[in-house]
């Protein structure tokens, strides 16, 4: 029939096209990437991170132009750095520091993040005990969060060697606050104290730098930030950092005006990001996680980005530079930005920084998938169960669009009564097809029977259904999240296959209510595979969508059936 066609080829497109996403991400190029277990062990350490050397330092010429701000000399309450601690812990010792969230692991050279252990999200929820460590400290997938001050005087930058009268730092039970102090004490005079501030509940880190000028001489100098990372050959393709082919794996820029800019990391050497903006930050983005420096908002900075290629493998940074400040003798200034690593909770991240939420990658169709996950999020936040959620969000999604699915079941309902007659004109005309579809026609329009009927709703479903695979595959607070029995993450496979045999029946029970009538051959053996055909391919996708898909179908074959027994009933 000829309102098949549009229908076979507009669900085959789209199902062939995700099946071959998931395809790739299976089977296609993979990475030599570190075992699971190597890349969260940051015991092993090849070389201490100060031999990293200047090459990674920002100079001089890095500082954005502009007049030195008026010096801010209140710091009330700020305590200049002691000359000694308690107890001093020796330059490239780790230190741990536990909060409710996370596990961090900061080196003493530089005081550089190298660790940071996501608490509450397992690699895999068969090994739960070990935990996405978005910072790796050394080897092929380096990864690591370095700030420091630049000064043609004394300053700590990254590769300078602090000290600490501890070597782990926990958050306490009934604290909302946790303070890691570091200090760097120049024979000048002087003194920095770089804090690291975590608060309970959050993967935002406030880092201060507090500097005490006890020299003769008037300071001058900036602060900056980076991250920096190796990255395999191939490692967009997938892996353990970017599971998702298909989202972005590089860097990221926001500017009020310019929004998020992403830069990929092989266009990094031939064409480097330089821009000066305020109100902004840096990133470096994966498949639900990322680590972001965000400075100051009316702070103007300078963004920049760098290829660093010592032996091995090359490294890739992007950074930022604040405006030039001058501390008196006798005077201290605070220094201070914010380090987010964690994952991509949406509902979080604008609170923490502007068009920090632009990390969320969901592509082309984010104008379906942004507000598919906000309607999503809100019936989880009554239900509790993101599986529950999408049964719900099919139901609403269902009655949004039951007048026009109606119209089509009332059209099909017809036609299945017109089969007798349709039987009769293929008797009548037998291999002459023109002659046949023109009196088909005149007979669709007697009767009024739209034959183009079903593809509106199919056109309807189909932005919808890839906006909910993009959802599942972007979005955090669906990862590894159970449904019921026997389906323990919504976004892996069914592991018993049970929703792609449940859909298969129900497309099975629908095709039974659907008019033949007229079919050639080739589209009802299309129409008897199609069944089959969708199961092996759903079998491959996310749960969570196939519960969707599942969903629908028997609310559709449930809505189908009774307006066809209404109407066969009105014959």
Known sequence: MAQLRPILFMGLLVLSYLMWVEWQKDYGPQPQSQPATQLNDTSSIDRPLASNSQDTTPTMGDIPAGDIPELNTDVTGIAPATDTPAVMQSANEVLTVTTDVMEVGINLAGGTMVSAKLLDYPVDIEVSEIKVNLLNESGPEMFIAQSGLLSRGPAPNHTSNYQ????????????????????????????????????????????????????????????????????????????????????????????????????????????????????????????????????????????????????????????????????????????????????????????????LVYTVNYGIFTVFSKPLFWLLSKIHSFVGNWGWAIVLLTVLIKLLFFKLTEAQYRSMARMRKLQPRIEQLKERYGDDRQRMSQAMMEMYKTEKVNPLGGCLPILVQIPIFIALYWVLLESVELRQAPFILWIDSLTARDPYFILPVLNAAFMMMTQRLTPTAGMDPLQRKIMQFMPIGFSFMFAFFPAGLVLYWATNAGLSLAQQWYITRKIEATS
């Open 164 to 355: 600490s009268e501890k070597t782990e730092y926990t958050l306490g039970q009934s604290a909302e606050e946790l303070r890691v102090p570091l200090t760097w004490v120049d024979d000048s005079g002087v003194h920095v104290t770089k804090t690291y501030i975590f608060k309970r509940g959050k993967y935002d880190v406030t880092v201060r730098h507090t500097l005490s000028n006890q020299s003769s001489q008037t300071w001058s100098g900036n602060r900056y930030e980076q991250l920096q990372r190796s990255v395999l050959a191939d490692k967009d393709d997938g892996g353990f950092t970017n599971p998702g082919r298909y989202s972005f794996f590089g860097i990221g820029f926001y500017s009020p005006d310019e929004k998020f800019e992403k830069v990929d990391f092989d266009d990094v050497a031939s064409e480097p990001y330089k821009r000066s903006f305020s109100g902004g930050w840096l990133s470096m983005v994966q498949h639900y996680f990322f680590a972001a420096w965000i400075p100051p908002t009316g702070e103007v900075n300078s963004y920049s980005t760098q290829v660093y290629s010592p032996e091995g493998f090359p490294r890739y940074i992007a950074r930022s530079v604040s405006p030039p400040v001058e501390v008196a003798s006798g005077n201290s200034h605070q220094f201070e930005s914010r380090l987010y690593v964690g994952p991509k909770l949406q509902d979080d991240l604008e609170e923490v920084a502007p068009g």
